[in-house]
């Protein structure tokens, strides 16, 4: 600015001016060059506070890391132990379960104890009973009966004790149950707390751990404010590169937030896994409560045997009671006979003193029993109050040391956050560069080789549709050639068929005036023609079954001109779907290559290309319209040809034609009148001389003055105008025109 100014001469001026301007000049450059050194200063301070920032983010960050190492590895090694102390836990339970079932085998064995003493007992009364049968006049039967009396009034009292003994146990039973439903009720009720507890301190974890991103997240925003204030240069850099650091900040959060949720998983499987061992044993002691409820049932059971027993004993006192009444008065007769009944009784009184030591070992055994099993109960209990209170220890220091860890990992994330945003801030300006560099390069690259590929493609595509204009172009000629065939066997039908009528009526015309007078009204070409088919012996046939024979070859000639017109269609909509795909595919390719030109600068050659594909394609187009137009103008041609035809062939009267009622009616009205007959020499040379080519019209043939009542026409012959030969004559010619309408 300032050369362009001093450039400049201005009238009125001199050289002091100049120097002035000049002068002025590079004291304003002067001064931006001072304000942007001062900016560039306090830049390159505020980036170095910055980087300081960040190394002690980063120190931070990284004493976090070594602290969470420590606490997990001390997790770790407390989990082991409660491992343990479950391990030990579940052998010392085994060894209950073992005494327990030792327990059992001495109950059970106490069962077939007193059950063999039963035995004893029945058979000690078959034996008394046999006794008795042989000694039933002897007078020691009453001695047996007071001993048995006793041995009775003995076992009843062993069944007392019994009975007493099991009303003792089961009592014992259900004091235990009960001690043990209010320890689990008790226990539920403190884990519960306890998971609550660990629950309310999780959620403030995660939400302090919310409020330092949210502190963090303000933190950022504001060091953004300072700067876009500073530099709007240096705005957007520092922009993207706090969005990537936010980013990285969030992705390790949620990794940190990912491996604290981890552990906690971990801790909730340790207790879910100490909750697992809780039930297990409520299990236990529920099993050993049904336990105790069978060994209710088995004293129930045996209780019942002893007053069936009872019963029994009453049963044989009293039977005693008549014996000995019967027996008193043999007492004296069977003195002799006392020693074998004393020597009985000793043996009685030694079975009696066994049953009882026997008893007595029985009640000692399981007295010591129940007291260890009271025992191991109470150990039992005192053990998971043991096991409850390291627990709640245990959770308490994992509470602290996850707080602990969770500051450390915010700090050393902190300063990892800072070192890794100014490595990636210097690593992406060179990345961005180099990217720069090589996006360029390979943009030439492909520009230059996608230009040669269009170009290949477009030789391709030319040849192709080259190719398929040249057999496109074949088919339609064909197909031309065909329609035209087709339309020449048609013309050549029809003049044979005209010609076989007109030899047909001049036969009959012979048959019905003879040669002479028929002859008169035709030309010679007719005549020749005539003379000729006669010659050849053609058989004279009625007008009925000429028109049922060429309305067979009628419909024959229909059929397969039908089913030809219906390949050559076929063949046509195959060709004209293939055309189309290929049309749409061209297309789309156009529409593709036009949005490539318009990225890049269109060629002539390209647009010539261009230009003539697009007339080709106007070109089959035109040519598929004029194919479809042919179509329905045969369809057309084909329903006329039918209504003429029927039209031939119909004898209703009409008011164009003369039956021979008409014909009286009309001498009697007019009968000075003669009727002149055409030329038939005309008729032949004008049905010769037509042409099929016109398709929509078909030949007319004007109608003769001779065939119209009116008084205009010429009177030819003869004065008999009412002759026979005239009549006859007329008649002949009106169907010779209908025929040949």
């Known amino acids: 600015m300032a050369s362009g100014i001093n450039k400049i001469h201005q009238p009125g001026t001199c050289n002091g001016s100049k120097a002035a301007r000049s002068s002025s000049?590079?004291?304003?450059?002067?001064?931006?060059?001072?304000?942007?050194?001062?900016?560039?200063?306090?830049?390159?301070?505020?980036?170095?506070?910055?980087?300081?920032?960040?190394?002690?983010?980063?120190?931070?960050?990284?004493?976090?890391?070594?602290?969470?190492?420590?606490?997990?590895?001390?997790?770790?090694?407390?989990?082991?132990?409660?491992?343990?102390?479950?391990?030990?836990?579940?052998?010392?339970?085994?060894?209950?379960?073992?005494?327990?079932?030792?327990?059992?085998?001495?109950?059970?064995?106490?069962?077939?104890?007193?059950?063999?003493?039963?035995?004893?007992?029945?058979?000690?009364?078959?034996?008394?009973?046999?006794?008795?049968?042989?000694?039933?006049?002897?007078?020691?039967?009453?001695?047996?009966?007071?001993?048995?009396?006793?041995?009775?009034?003995?076992?009843?009292?062993?069944?007392?004790?019994?009975?007493?003994?099991?009303?003792?146990?089961?009592?014992?039973?259900?004091?235990?149950?009960?001690?043990?439903?209010?320890?689990?009720?008790?226990?539920?009720?403190?884990?519960?707390?306890?998971?609550?507890a660990l629950i309310n301190e999780m959620e403030n974890l995660k939400s302090e751990n919310q409020r330092a991103t949210e502190e963090y997240a303000q933190k950022t925003s504001k060091l953004q404010a300072s700067y876009k204030r500073e530099k709007e240069d240096l705005k957007n850099?520092?922009?993207?590169?706090?969005?990537?650091?936010?980013?990285?900040?969030?992705?390790?959060?949620?990794?940190?937030?990912?491996?604290?949720?981890?552990?906690?998983?971990?801790?909730?499987?340790?207790?879910?896994?100490?909750?697992?061992?809780?039930e297990e044993k409520s299990q236990k002691i529920n099993e050993r409560n049904k336990y105790s409820q069978k060994l209710k049932d088995r004293i129930q059971d045996l209780e019942v045997n002893t007053l069936q027993e009872k019963k029994i004993l009453q049963k044989a006192g009293k039977m005693l009671i008549n014996l000995l009444k019967g027996l008193e008065d043999l007492v004296m007769k069977h003195a002799k006979e006392i020693k074998p009944v004393a020597q009985l009784k000793q043996i009685l009184d030694q079975q009696a003193n066994n049953f009882k030591e026997s008893l007595k070992k029985h009640n000692l055994q399981s007295n010591k029993e129940k007291e260890k099993l009271l025992q191991d109960l109470q150990n039992t209990i005192k053990e998971n109050q043991n096991v409850k209170?390291?627990?709640?220890?245990?959770?308490?220091?994992?509470?602290?040391?996850?707080?602990?860890?969770?500051d450390q990992e915010l700090k050393v994330t902190e300063e990892r956050l800072k070192k890794e945003f100014n490595e990636t801030f210097k690593i992406q300006h060179q990345s961005h560069r180099l990217e720069i560099q090589t996006l360029e390069e390979k943009a030439k690259?492909?520009?230059?080789?996608?230009?040669?590929?269009?170009?290949?493609?477009?030789?391709?595509?030319?040849?192709?549709?080259?190719?398929?204009?040249?057999?496109?172009?074949?088919?339609?000629?064909?197909?031309?050639?065909?329609?035209?065939?087709?339309?020449?066997?048609?013309?050549?039908?029809?003049?044979?068929?005209?010609?076989?009528?007109?030899?047909?009526?001049?036969?009959?015309?012979?048959?019905?005036?003879?040669?002479?007078?028929?002859?008169?009204?035709?030309?010679?070409?007719?005549?020749?023609?005539?003379?000729?088919?006669?010659?050849?012996?053609?058989?004279?046939?009625?007008?009925?079954?000429?028109?049922?024979?060429?309305?067979?070859?009628?419909?024959?000639?229909?059929q397969d001109h039908w089913k030809e017109i219906e390949n050559i269609l076929s063949d046509f909509s195959g060709t004209r779907a293939h055309l189309q795909a290929k049309i749409f595919s061209l297309e789309t390719e156009l529409k593709e290559l036009e949005e490539q030109s318009r990225k890049w600068e269109s060629r002539s050659e390209d647009t010539h290309l261009i230009s003539c594909l697009q007339d080709k394609l106007s070109e089959r187009e035109e040519i598929i319209n004029q194919l479809?137009?042919?179509?329905?103008?045969?369809?057309?041609?084909?329903?006329?040809?039918?209504?003429?035809?029927?039209r031939s062939f119909s004898f209703n009267p009409n008011t164009g034609c003369l039956t021979p009622s008409m014909k009286q009616k009309k001498t009697v009205e007019v009968p000075s009148r003669v009727v002149s007959v055409p030329n038939l020499a005309s008729y032949a040379k004008s049905f010769l001389s037509c042409d099929l080519k016109s398709k929509r019209s078909a030949p007319q043939i004007t109608k003769s003055t001779s065939l119209d009542p009116g008084p205009g026409c010429l009177r030819v012959g003869s004065p008999s105008a009412q002759s026979s030969d005239s009549s006859a004559a007329t008649r002949y010619l009106s169907i010779f025109y209908l025929v040949f309408k």
């Open 389 to 406: 209170l390291q627990l709640e220890a245990s959770h308490q220091k994992v509470l602290k040391m996850l707080e602990k860890s969770k």
């Open 237 to 278: 850099a520092i922009q993207q590169s706090v969005v990537e650091a936010k980013k990285n900040c969030q992705q390790r959060e949620m990794e940190q937030r990912k491996s604290s949720e981890a552990g906690e998983g971990f801790l909730l499987q340790q207790v879910k896994k100490l909750e697992a061992d809780l």
């Open 25 to 196: 000049a590079e004291g304003c450059n002067q001064e931006m060059h001072m304000k942007m050194c001062k900016k560039i200063a306090q830049l390159t301070k505020v980036i170095y506070a910055l980087n300081t920032k960040n190394d002690e983010h980063e120190a931070s960050i990284q004493a976090l890391r070594e602290a969470h190492e420590e606490e997990i590895q001390h997790i770790l090694a407390e989990t082991r132990e409660t491992i343990l102390q479950c391990k030990s836990r579940v052998e010392e339970e085994q060894l209950l379960r073992k005494r327990v079932q030792a327990l059992e085998i001495a109950v059970e064995q106490h069962k077939r104890l007193t059950e063999e003493a039963l035995a004893e007992l029945t058979l000690c009364k078959k034996q008394v009973e046999e006794r008795e049968s042989r000694t039933e006049a002897k007078q020691a039967q009453t001695v047996l009966s007071t001993d048995r009396v006793d041995t009775n009034s003995v076992f009843e009292n062993k069944l007392l004790n019994l009975n007493q003994e099991s009303d003792g146990l089961l009592n014992e039973c259900k004091a235990s149950r009960r001690a043990n439903s209010d320890k689990k009720v008790i226990l539920d009720e403190k884990y519960s707390v306890e998971r609550q």
């Open 445 to 558: 690259k492909e520009l230059h080789d996608e230009l040669e590929q269009i170009q290949k493609q477009q030789t391709l595509l030319l040849g192709s549709v080259r190719m398929e204009l040249s057999e496109q172009q074949t088919l339609c000629i064909n197909l031309k050639k065909q329609i035209e065939e087709l339309q020449m066997e048609l013309r050549s039908v029809r003049t044979l068929k005209k010609q076989q009528a007109r030899i047909q009526f001049l036969l009959r015309c012979h048959v019905v005036f003879g040669e002479s007078n028929s002859m008169k009204f035709f030309s010679p070409e007719i005549i020749e023609v005539y003379r000729i088919s006669y010659r050849n012996g053609m058989g004279f046939l009625p007008l009925e079954d000429l028109n049922i024979k060429h309305k067979k070859e009628l419909d024959i000639l229909k």
């Open 628 to 646: 479809a137009e042919g179509r329905k103008f045969q369809h057309s041609l084909i329903a006329n040809t039918e209504s003429y035809r029927n």
